[in-house]
């Protein structure tokens, strides 16, 4: 395998030069003139009959004779034609020093020239998923004890029949799903022709399915079940004959063996691999006929809607022209619709999220709508004045409360007009909490008022000393103040 990729493809292969030189289409023209005249055995051309055939396509309006003999000399140098001195009308010494030449196409030429043709020529492709490798297969793995009583006559041929089913298979699935999946297959998938031989489709898919499915098993278990040393026997007989085989690709023992062995296993694990490719061929082969079967019954439906209701419209029409204008208007509306249907979207919770629950089994519901216009506004309701009188009482009865309990505070609190913080008692938090108030609204102007209209004045302490404001809750160190009540 290693020796496979050395020389030729580390270098540039200059037989293909002429496809994508510059002029190519000179080059492939000539090419291909040799070629078709090689199919009527006409295997040598001379220039000037080259030169004549380019001569007569519109594009080469302006080729020379000049330029055709540089294109054959290239073509030549790459391997592509042979030059044969022409000396067959060859008189005098000076037309033997101008040597006239005959072209024909090297083998390597011909080659690339009918490989090229045949693709351009190719037909559709006409895969087919036939059962009978997946047999063939099945049945050759069931022959290598016998295949090994005789190696040296049967090994060989019994290869070259595994080898050539297995590539059967992967050939023909390949091209029969790229086909089904091509545009054009999309395309006829569409239209309605198809229902004529969807179930001819359907059938032959499902029977290659069914004969897979069926001898899948069998082949598994029949690879894993073989002696690695039977196989490894029958290989060596195998590729002990490919050695001498003068037609092998492989031209150094190594990379033949390596080929042999590799291309067994591959065919072992195309079978045997989980999620391998037989499964997969498998999964594909069962989706094409879920679609195939998809497709047709969308189409059937088409069919369906498209039934030619000539005889119902007049048997209408009959109905309509003995009905007065008011009783058509109801019948129109239950036969062709509503004409100016408007369509409203809520979100309703619904009783059931059954599928083939008809919307005439849902119980009528009430939705109320709201104008969507930005212009239109909602209307305002006029309400009387609602009557506090009692809120405001109660109001007033707590304010009368907090008056009393404040001038009851004021009371026993104030000394000779003031209230020393340094010299309270133990105060409950409310207590403190209220002091602490008014000694705030004071500190900034240095007055203030109670909650009942009391005027007074905080005096801060000259010498800066301070006191602790003891509470039930804890203490306060704080300077000094003293609340001075004015009159």
Request: with cysteine.
């Amino acid at each position: 395998m290693i020796n496979s990729f050395q020389a030729p493809l580390l270098g540039k292969l200059k037989y293909f030069e002429y496809l994508t030189a510059p002029n190519s289409e000179r080059y492939r023209t000539i090419m291909r003139y040799c070629f078709l005249c090689h199919l009527e055995y006409k295997n040598r051309l001379t220039k000037e009959e080259i030169f004549t055939f380019l001569k007569n396509f519109p594009q080469f309006a302006d080729y020379t004779e000049q330029m055709c003999e540089q294109d054959l000399k290239n073509l030549v140098e790459w391997g592509n034609l042979n030059s044969i001195q022409d000396t067959s009308k060859t008189r005098t010494v000076e037309e033997f020093k101008n040597k006239r030449f005959l072209y024909e196409l090297t083998p390597i030429g011909l080659k690339i020239e009918r490989f090229l043709f045949e693709l351009e020529t190719q037909e559709d492709t006409k895969a087919e998923l036939n059962t009978k490798h997946i047999e063939k297969i099945y049945f050759l793995l069931q022959q290598v004890d016998s295949v090994l009583d005789d190696p040296q006559k049967r090994a060989v041929d019994w290869w070259d029949e595994l080898t050539r089913a297995f590539e059967e298979i992967e050939k023909s699935y390949s091209e029969y799903i790229s086909m089904l999946k091509s545009y054009e297959a999309e395309n006829l998938m569409i239209k309605e022709k198809f229902l004529d031989y969807k179930s001819k489709l359907v059938q032959y898919l499902y029977n290659f399915y069914v004969i897979f499915q069926n001898y899948l098993p069998r082949i598994r278990s029949t690879f894993l079940s073989l002696e690695a040393a039977k196989i490894e026997k029958l290989l060596n007989y195998i590729i002990a004959q490919e050695k001498e085989h003068p037609k092998n690709i492989f031209k150094d023992p190594e990379s033949i063996e390596k080929n042999i062995k590799a291309r067994f296993d591959n065919i072992k694990l195309w079978f045997v691999a989980p999620h391998g490719q037989a499964e997969k061929l498998s999964d594909q082969i069962q989706g094409l006929i879920r679609k195939v079967s998809d497709l047709a019954a969308r189409l059937s439906e088409m069919s369906s809607v498209k039934v030619n209701r000539q005889e119902e419209y007049r048997h209408l029409a009959k109905i309509f022209s003995s009905l007065d204008l008011a009783t058509c208007h109801k019948l129109s509306a239950v036969v062709f619709g509503v004409l100016l249907p408007r369509y409203i979207a809520a979100e309703e919770k619904r009783q059931s999220e059954l599928a083939s629950l008809s919307i005439l089994d849902v119980p009528p519901m009430k939705s109320l709508l709201h104008s969507r216009g930005r212009l239109v506004r909602e209307k305002s309701k006029v309400l009387p004045a609602s009557e506090f009188s009692e809120d405001k009482k109660k109001r007033f009865e707590e304010y009368k409360k907090k008056i009393e309990e404040e001038e009851k505070l004021v009371a026993e609190l104030i000394k000779d007009g003031k209230i020393e913080f340094e010299n309270l008692p133990v105060l409950t938090p409310q207590v403190r909490k209220k002091l602490l108030v008014w000694l705030s609204r004071g500190l900034s102007s240095g007055f203030g008022n109670t909650d009942s209209g009391k005027r007074f004045k905080v005096v801060r302490p000259k010498d800066g000393r301070y006191c602790v404001l003891k509470s039930t809750d804890g203490e306060l160190e704080m300077p000094a103040y003293v609340i001075e009540f004015v009159k």
